[in-house]
């Protein structure tokens, strides 16, 4: 292993004890942080950054969301291996690689072709080869590749996007980030009841980059 693999290698060790400090329980969530290079879905040059717990700037003036963000949303998932996931906002495909190590089925939509297309080379340089990337807008789902068992959105919704629940199974759980100001959102776990309504619970406050209409 090389010097700088060896330093990452205990950087991302340490993330981990940090995200069990912030109160990240699953044991599988922390094994797939343990071993997903987040490194390499940063820019080249800023690898010291990647293992910080904070969000970080990447092309299009987008942001990987920070690791406790991306765990926590995680562990709202309840994931089970097979579960067939959509996540709005590919971003640098690091929550799509998260996803996908826990055994998931992911379709990822990004509105920024030029983002997607990154992701693409991050997930296929990491080996998670198996995530269906779709450059288009979020807001309008994949009713081709509906329904779904879990949904999460990675952008701040302004309000709950009505067309994604339809597209989540009877069972099925949205993790949605919603709020009308750019500095603060709700996280939002939604659930759609056997009977087709809905059960909400809220689980803290997050600052996402906001959840744009449209492709660019
Ligand atoms: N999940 C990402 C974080 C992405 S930040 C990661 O792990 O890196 C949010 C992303 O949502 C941005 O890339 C932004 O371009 C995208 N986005 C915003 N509105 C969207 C929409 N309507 N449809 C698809 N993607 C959208």
Request: contains cysteine; aromatic residues 10%; charged residues 25%.
């Amino acid at each position: 292993m090389s010097e700088e693999n060896y330093l990452l290698k205990g950087q991302r060790k340490r993330m981990v004890e940090d995200l069990k400090d912030k109160g990240i329980r699953d044991a599988k969530i922390l094994d797939a942080f343990a071993k997903i290079p987040r490194h390499l879905f940063i820019g080249k040059g800023f690898e010291e950054w990647a293992y910080r717990d904070q969000a970080f700037q990447i092309e299009c003036d987008q942001t990987i969301s920070q690791p406790y963000t991306v765990a926590l949303q995680t562990e709202l998932l309840n994931l089970k291996p097979g579960d067939k996931v959509l996540e709005i906002g590919t971003g640098s495909g690091y929550q799509a690689a998260v996803l996908a190590e826990l055994g998931a089925e992911v379709y990822t939509i990004e509105r920024f072709k030029q983002l997607m297309e990154t992701a693409a080379e991050n997930l296929r340089n990491t080996g998670y080869t198996q995530v269906k990337l779709f450059y288009g807008d979020g807001w309008k789902g994949l009713p081709d590749h509906a329904p779904f068992d879990k949904i999460i959105v990675t952008a701040a919704a302004p309000e709950i996007p009505k067309q994604l629940l339809l597209q989540l199974k009877p069972g099925g759980i949205a993790v949605i980030p919603v709020g009308k100001t750019s500095s603060s959102q709700k996280m939002l776990r939604i659930k759609r009841n056997e009977d087709g309504s809905y059960s909400k619970s809220s689980h803290g406050f997050f600052r996402f980059v906001p959840m744009l209409k449209g492709k660019t």
